[in-house]
């Protein structure tokens, strides 16, 4: 396996609080109604980043075949900015993971719900994920495509949390770090709503009191 370099990605977190810019996006009717709590990255610095994360992979892969594959749902946005910003021939499939067992705190049980229909054996895979938190997907994900032989494996995340403990696969490509929040737009939701937001924000919870409740 050719020797490839080290992880990249920029330690962006001056990106992340933007109240000016939160105020006034609270009147997007991709919202819903619901308020933003803060910008954590607006649209021209995930351009920026995604173009510089499709830079540095066009280098890393100097040869081979590659395969990007994609986790849905929530890759989908990431993926295709990512891919027109790759200046090397490749290949796109997706897979479905699924999370079974206990269904509040996962049991890290993953399974494969779409399976690529493609062959890994001999590739480099290119395995986009969305948001890395606990981590539990990818470490299962990782195991159930090491075991098809692929000519290498490595992992490329718009969001890392920096949270999983037990993490065993480092992304190498990393668009940010990102606050410990529950996060929505740019493919990520929330009960299937807001994936199309070009922006990456924290929402306020619809039902949090504006005055603290009577202790009665
Ligand atoms: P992990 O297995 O690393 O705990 O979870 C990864 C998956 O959980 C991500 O692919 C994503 O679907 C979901 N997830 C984790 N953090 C967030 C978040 O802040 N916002 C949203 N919308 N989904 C998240
Ligand atoms: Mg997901």
């Known amino acids: ?93 997706f897979l479905v993971a699924s999370s079974y067992g206990d269904a509040t705190e996962s049991s890290g049980l993953v399974r494969m719900v779409y399976d690529p229909a493609t062959t890994l054996e001999g590739k480099h895979i290119l395995l986009v994920e969305d948001i890395v938190d606990s981590g539990r997907t990818l470490n299962k994900l990782v195991d159930l495509l090491k075991a098809r032989a692929p000519r290498s494996l490595e992992i ?32 990520l939701d929330h009960a299937e709503n807001f994936r199309h937001l070009p922006y990456v924000a924290s929402l306020k919870q619809p039902d949090t009191p504006s005055v603290a409740p009577s202790r009665r």
Do not use: W
């Open 1 to 93: 396996m050719p020797r490839l370099p080290e992880r990249h990605y920029i330690h962006s977190m001056t990106a992340v609080s933007r109240p000016e810019g939160a105020a006034g996006l609270s009147a997007d009717p991709r919202l819903l109604g619901r308020a933003v709590k803060r910008i954590a990255f607006d649209a021209p610095t995930i351009q920026r980043r995604v173009r510089e994360l499709g830079a540095e992979i066009t280098a890393a892969y100097p040869d081979g075949d590659l395969l990007v594959l994609g986790l849905l749902k929530g890759s989908f946005v990431f993926l295709a900015d990512l891919v027109r910003e790759i200046g090397r021939p490749l290949h796109v499939d």
């Open 156 to 187: 490329c995340a718009m969001l890392h949390k920096n949270v999983a403990a037990g993490l065993r696969h480092q992304p190498r490509f990393v668009g940010f770090d990102a606050p410990n929040e529950f996060l929505v737009g740019y493919g």
